[in-house]
C-alpha cells in the first residue's frame, strides 16, 4: 500500500497523534509541535546537508534531540578515500534551537568559539555558510554553497507512526536534485561546487522517537543523459504500513516505488553492496569508497554509523515504464543505529 496525501492537514490530533500516515510530495502536513504529547527527551529535530561533487563533498549537520544539539560538518575526499569530521556538542538544549517548524521558510544558526553554521532559505534556493577554524588540526574549513531549490521541485515526504507507541512519529522530507555553486576552502586550498557536477540533498526531520531503531537509508542526485535524477530508498524503523520512502525524481517529478531490500555484507561495509526493490522497479550494484564510520556512546545515548558513500550501477524504472539506465552513479548508503 502506498497512500499518497495530497491535501493539508495538521500533522498531530489534539492527543499528539498522527492525523494521517502515508506520504506526500510537498510538506502538506503543518507542523505543530504545541501538539506533542511526550518528554523533551524524545523530540528529535535535525536539518542535514550532504552536497557532493565527482571528486569530494560536504555534509554539515545542525540538530536538537532534546538531550543535546549537535552541529557537525564532514568533509569527503573521494580521490583519498578519505573523510575528516568534526562535531559539536551541546548539553540539555531541550529544543533551545528553535529550528523551523517547515523546511519552506526561516534560517537556522549556531555559533560558537569552535564553528559557526548558518543554513539560509531563499524562495528559490538554500545557501549554507560555514566557518571552523580548529577543523582538520587547524587547516581550518569556511566557505558558502548555494543550492538551487525549483518551487515546482517533488520531494520525498513521509508521516511515520510507531508500533505500540501512539505519541511517537516521524516526518521526514528528503529534497534531492539541488545544483550546488560555491567554494568551501581547507587550510588555504579552495575546492569548487560547480552546478554541472555537483548536487544536494536535503534531510528534514521532526519527530517523537521512540528509544532504539536502526535505520537504512541511502541518496544520489545528479544528471543521467542529460536529465535531473535522483532517488531516496530507505527502511527500518517505525510502522511503515501505509507508505515506503521509497523515490525516483526525474526532472523534478517523483516517481514512486515499494519496498528495498539492503542486501550489505555481513563481514565488511566497504564490500560491494545489492539495493532490490520488491516491485523490479531499482535494482543496483553498489561500489563502495569509503565508510564514515562514527561511533558515540555517552551514559543513555549510543550511536553506531556507517555512512558509505559510492557508486551505484544497475536500472531505475519510472512510472510509464520507462527504464533509466545508472553507470558508477554516485551516492551514499547508511546503517545506523540510535539509542536515544
Known sequence: MQHELTTNIDLLSDRGELNEKGWARQLVATYNRERVAASWLRIKEWDYYCVLT??????????????????????????????????????????????????????????????????????????????????????????????????????????????????????????????????????GVDHVFDPQTSAGVLDWGRGVWTYRNTWYWGSGSGHVDGHSFGFNIGYGFGDTSAASENVIVWDGRVHKFDRIEFQIPPDSFLKPWKFVSSDGRFDMDFEPILDRHAKTDIGVIKTVQHQVFGRFTGDAVLDDGTRVHLDHFLGFAEKVLNQW
Open 54 to 187: 565527482p571528486d569530494y563533498g560536504v555534509a554539515m549537520t545542525i540538530s536538537d534531540i532534546g538531550y543535546l544539539a549537535n552541529i557537525s560538518v564532514t568533509w569527503l575526499d573521494f580521490a583519498n578515500r578519505t573523510e575528516v569530521t568534526e562535531t559539536v556538542m551541546k548539553p540539555f538544549t531541550r529544543g533551545a534551537l528553535n529550528l523551523p517548524r517547515t523546511s519552506e521558510t526561516g534560517d537556522i544558526a549556531y555559533k560558537d568559539s569552535r564553528i559557526d553554521m548558518r543554513f539560509t532559505r531563499n524562495p528559490a534556493s538554500r545557501v549554507l555558510t560555514l566557518d571552523v577554524p580548529g577543523f582538520d588540526h587547524g587547516k581550518g574549513i569556511k566557505g558558502s554553497l548555494r543550492l538551487d531549490q525549483d518551487p515546482t521541485l517533488e520531494s520525498m515526504v513521509i508521516l511515520t507512526p510507531f508500533e505500540r507507541a501512539p505519541k511517537a512519529f516521524y516526518y521526514n522530507q528528503k529534497v534531492n536534485c539541488m545544483p550546488a555553486t560555491g567554494t568551501i576552502t581547507i587550510g
